[in-house]
């Protein structure tokens, strides 16, 4: 039997997740909104809920921005006219670069 590996995170990414789930429970409590009501809304388990408010990675990100909406965190943009207008900016963006990205070839020496 194999064992199971556990995904490291960068320490940025864990301080990120850890700040999302805070400011969900925050904005959850200034609702007054139960642990069980927002788990309900969201259609997962308490513990579910509870393992994001902590900043769990293994929870999915879907969940975590649905839980961010639902209390009124704002993540990129406070209304949705705003994310629409960065995704088009963002899509822009990616136009002008490359369709492919390539490892460098074969370094030329071209010293004589």
Avoid at 74 to 97: H, P
Wanted: aromatic share 6%; hydrophobic share 40%.
């Amino acid at each position: 039997m194999a064992l199971k590996q556990r995904r490291t995170y960068a320490r940025y990414t864990l301080e990120a997740l850890t700040l999302l789930g805070k400011m969900i429970r925050l904005g959850r409590k200034q609702r007054k909104m139960t642990e069980f009501e927002l788990a309900e809304r969201l259609g997962v388990a308490r513990s579910t809920l509870q393992r994001m408010e902590k900043g769990d990675p293994r929870v999915e990100v879907g969940l975590m921005f649905e839980a961010a909406s639902i209390v009124g965190v704002t993540l990129f943009d406070s209304n949705e006219k705003g994310i629409t207008a960065l995704s088009g900016r963002t899509d822009d963006r990616i136009a002008v670069l490359p369709k492919h990205v390539y490892k460098a070839g074969k370094q030329v020496k071209d010293e004589f």
